[in-house]
């Protein structure tokens, strides 16, 4: 995207002038000019950004700027890369290269004059192009003050009768297994039915043994095995290095035990049904398979004696109803938007998927008239096509009136995996690391992704999947007919390229979309891939997305930073690196990698990559060492590992006089470190730290040494909302680490608002020092977090705790009551097998709306039954429907417990 590339542009060429102007020392001036200069097309694409879809003048224009913004970058980027690698060559390598760099420092003046020629050009033909323009229709019209996020419903309008009939198909019938199918056109609603009925409380008590996997057009038969598996259990390292065959043996044994529902969404052919079904046993215990596809045929093969159930459009006065709420947020409409609307929702011809997206585009646009008139005339020009091509102009529309700001935070979904669950804190630091995030005075790179996020799901555009206890998206996607939009759209702008099922005999290494496009995402077959010796001048972005893990072996090592020397992302996480490769520190621009690896050491190379937003190592040592100086690297943002890792110190050798008292204000993440790193100086350069996590001997943390303990220097970050304490004393058992208290109230940060402890054997007693913990939101007591018979809370604790989580624990007796947990909305224990009730005290707690019990005993699985019974009393009907925001849920496993 032509305004995301101006912007990310112009930011690194701001970075490079301020911080590492000694690598452009030579051409600085010319780089300062190419800077002044580009500044000039900001302003006039953001106020393009919805001329230009109706002006090819300006279309031409815009892909004439992007093309020398991408020439721009490729030219400095190219040159700060050589740059940095003879600066860091000794003396005597310097000195062969004598008559090289000089050479090369002439050729890159020359091309910045030929691109400063360039946007001369380009800006005195943009003035012509923006005149013609400005007089059009709607010039003088503006939009609407963005409006405040919806919280999507639960059920969908229109869908009441479907889901009861669909339900009652599921609950109902023979002790056989049987595949029940809902068949429609794309946008119809087959998978928001599904959802609907797989969160149906009648569902989760009747089918506690759940899955919910996509399968769609393309699909790794493994990797679907292994979706379905995690729903149960996680998956061990052995499983994902099984054979599709074997983890469907292993998924059928578990399955065979007990009544299972698995809902396979997105079917597209009677081979992928034949592929799957192996997995799902006939254990005659009433268990269900839910299919949607969008073929009657398939649907038909994998149950031939039951007619599939054919989802219907919405009736007009439904279609109305959809449109309100999707376009106003509320059932009230004003009286001269009716014609209009109404008009809008008849041509929507009864799609749901229509009417969420052009609701989107009216949600923006507010209740001025004159907007829903003009989107109503543009659904009119479709009127003449048929549904499925109606439905591609109308995502068509609502992209073009997505702001300039969110166009490229949208194509970038058709990266992933089509139906792929997309992590959000994943999505928010790759869009940062893109350059797609505009700085706002007062919020984080992190905050004002997330804003964008929220807008996008405003608009309808992308679907949220999960949600964290505290109300964020966690995952999220977007529907399969918006996911080939991004695609197309992405083709269209070179805006990234798809490699699937790799074929290394028809493919060139010399492949020409190599040099056009910027960003490589790879879904398979990626070993084959980078066999192939792939040459990649231009690409920024490598991706890469795989249900295998894949181990690198020595000779493919360099094989990535050796094709694409220009990356900004690495995501190599199915790729495991068997030792470090030492050309990796060439990435200098480099700002978001992921590694997997078996070594136990990050060598100093790594700090030089000075771009370094998000690092993330994930690797089989139980230990790591970074060697590198991470405190030189100021734009680092997130260093996260799996392994309890011991960090530089901050008096490295590296660092004399001005760098003495560097210190790291975007540093937002560590995790997981090694105790005895949590030392005031090391804290004291990242000072605005909001998430730590700390694995190994807590009981180094708690040394006193003279007057004070390591733990002390956690109490100074201002900042920290997230901590999790990781008590580690492998190779001895966890009863070896046992802490014998927590320390005092006051040395916890004092903004803590997550805190996570594990393994730490603690007497139930110390849970009043953390029921003093006023900002405390989310407690999780993973296994072995503490131990003893009983519990009793302080009267006035846990003012401001949400959710409450307990692990594996010999808890027997535990008294609470609305005194203790005021603001509580959700309890979970699993594996609580000694515990004989949950407190009935919790029913009067009028914000609990969740308990789920995994494992534990019977007494307590009745117990929360009575709360839930008490619930519905209080509530004043006891068939009250617990699917709205103020029911109570209640969910027991196994279903036995529950009797």
Not at 132 to 140: F, K, L, N
Not at 158 to 171: H, I, M, P, Y
Not at 360 to 389: F, H, N, P, R
Not at 507 to 518: D, F, G, T, V, W
Request: proline fraction near 4%.
């Amino acid at each position: 995207m032509s305004d995301a590339a101006v912007e990310f542009l112009l930011e690194n060429l701001k970075q490079l002038l301020l911080y590492n102007a000694n690598l452009i020392f030579d051409v600085k001036g010319q780089v300062e000019f190419l800077y002044n200069d580009l500044s000039l097309f900001k302003a006039f694409l953001k106020d393009s950004s919805e001329k230009r879809n109706k002006n090819e003048t300006l279309k031409e224009l815009v892909k004439q700027i992007r093309d020398v913004v991408y020439e721009a970058e490729d030219t400095v980027d190219t040159f700060v890369a050589q740059a940095a690698v003879h600066k860091s060559r000794s003396s005597i390598e310097r000195a062969f290269h004598i008559f090289d760099y000089p050479a090369k420092l002439r050729s890159v003046g020359k091309r910045i004059e030929g691109i400063r020629a360039k946007v001369k050009d380009i800006y005195d033909n943009k003035k012509f192009g923006f005149e013609a323009i400005q007089d059009g229709e709607g010039s003088t019209k503006t939009t609407k003050e963005k409006k405040a996020p919806i919280v999507e419903e639960d059920n969908v309008v229109g869908f009441e009768d479907e889901a009861e009939k669909v339900t009652n198909l599921l609950t109902g019938g023979s002790d056989e297994l049987e595949v029940i199918s809902i068949i429609g056109m794309p946008g119809l609603g087959k998978t928001t039915l599904a959802k609907m009925i797989y969160r149906d409380p009648k569902i989760e008590y009747e089918f506690y043994n759940r899955a919910w996997v996509y399968v769609s057009q393309e699909y790794s038969r493994k990797e679907v095995f292994l979706n379905i598996w995690s729903h149960f259990a996680k998956p061990s390292e052995d499983m994902y290095k099984m054979t599709d065959e074997n983890i469907a043996k292993e998924l059928r044994a578990f399955l065979e035990k007990g009544k299972y529902l698995i809902v396979v969404d997105d079917v597209w052919t009677e081979d992928a049904w034949n592929d799957l079904k192996i997995a799902f046993p006939k254990n005659k215990k009433r268990s269900r398979i839910l299919l949607t596809s969008r073929i009657k045929k398939v649907a038909k093969h994998a149950n031939p004696n039951a007619e599939p159930h054919n989802l219907r459009f919405l009736t007009p006065e439904e279609s109305w109803t959809l449109l309100v709420r999707k376009a106003l947020g509320t059932e009230e409409f004003p009286k001269e938007l009716i014609q209009h609307g109404r008009h809008i929702a008849k041509e929507c011809d009864g799609l749901p998927l229509a009417l969420v997206v052009i609701g989107g585009i009216l949600l923006e646009k507010g209740t001025e008239s004159y907007w829903w008139e003009k989107v109503a005339q543009s659904v009119d020009a479709y009127l003449s096509m048929d549904q499925e091509k109606r439905m591609d102009n109308f995502i068509v529309l609502s992209f073009n009136h997505l702001p300039y700001h969110l166009r490229a935070c949208f194509l970038y979904f058709g990266m992933f995996p089509e139906d792929y669950q997309i992590p959000v804190w994943k999505l928010v630091r790759l869009w940062i690391a893109e350059g797609f995030i505009q700085q706002k005075e007062g919020m984080s790179l992190e905050d004002i992704a997330e804003e964008y996020l929220d807008d996008l799901v405003n608009r309808n555009l992308v679907m949220v999947g999960e949600r964290r206890s505290n109300g964020k998206v966690k995952t999220c996607h977007v529907h399969d007919m918006l996911h080939v939009f991004c695609k197309n759209q992405a083709a269209e702008e070179n805006f990234f390229q798809e490699i699937k099922r790799f074929d290394q005999v028809t493919y060139s290494p010399s492949n020409p979309a190599l040099e056009i496009y910027r960003r490589l995402c790879i879904h398979s077959r990626v070993l084959n891939y980078i066999s192939s010796k792939p040459f990649g001048p231009r690409v920024r972005t490598f991706l890469c997305f795989s249900s295998e893990e894949i181990i690198l072996q020595a000779e493919h090592i360099s094989s990535i930073p050796g094709a694409f020397r220009l990356l900004r992302v690495l995501d190599a996480k199915p790729i495991s690196f068997t030792r470090f490769p030492t050309d990796l520190a060439q990435l200098v621009h480099l700002r978001y990698l992921v590694l997997s690896s078996n070594f136990k050491v990050l060598p100093p190379a790594i700090s030089c990559l000075w771009n370094m937003q998000t690092l993330i190592v994930e690797t089989s040592s139980r230990t790591l060492e970074i060697k590198g100086d991470i405190w030189k690297m100021i734009q680092l943002r997130h260093l996260k590992t799996n392994a309890s890792t011991s960090l530089p110190g901050p008096l490295a050798k590296s660092r004399k006089n001005k760098d003495d008292s560097l210190i790291n204000a975007n540093l937002r993440t560590i995790s997981t470190i090694a105790p005895e790193c949590c030392r005031e100086d090391v804290f004291a350069r990242a000072p605005n730290l909001k998430k730590l996590g700390i694995r190994g001997r807590l009981a180094k943390l708690l040394d006193t040494k003279g007057a004070s303990s390591l733990f002390d220097s956690l109490g100074k970050l201002d900042y920290l909302e997230n901590l999790k304490l990781l008590n580690d004393v492998f190779p001895q058992p966890p009863s070896e680490g046992k802490l014998p208290t927590l320390p005092q109230r006051y040395k916890f940060p004092p903004k803590l608002k997550k805190l996570t402890l594990a393994d730490t054997l603690l007497d139930w007693k110390h849970m009043t020092t953390l029921g003093m913990l006023e900002s405390l939101e989310i407690l999780k007591l993973k296994d072995s977090a503490f131990k003893g018979d009983w519990w009793q809370p302080e009267d006035g604790g846990f003012r401001a705790l949400k959710v409450l989580h307990i692990g594996r624990t010999d808890l027997v007796s535990w008294y609470a009551s609305t005194q203790h947990f005021p603001r509580l909305r959700s309890l979970t224990l699993r594996h609580c097998n000694s515990l004989e009730e949950v407190p009935f005290g919790l029913a009067d707690v009028s914000s609990l709306h969740i308990i789920d019990l995994y494992c534990t005993t019977k007494s307590a699985a009745a117990s929360a039954r009575k709360i839930q019974q008490h619930k519905k009393k209080m509530q004043g009907k006891a068939d009250q429907q617990t699917t709205k925001s103020n029911g109570f849920k209640l969910s027991i496993y196994p279903p036995d417990q529950d009797q």
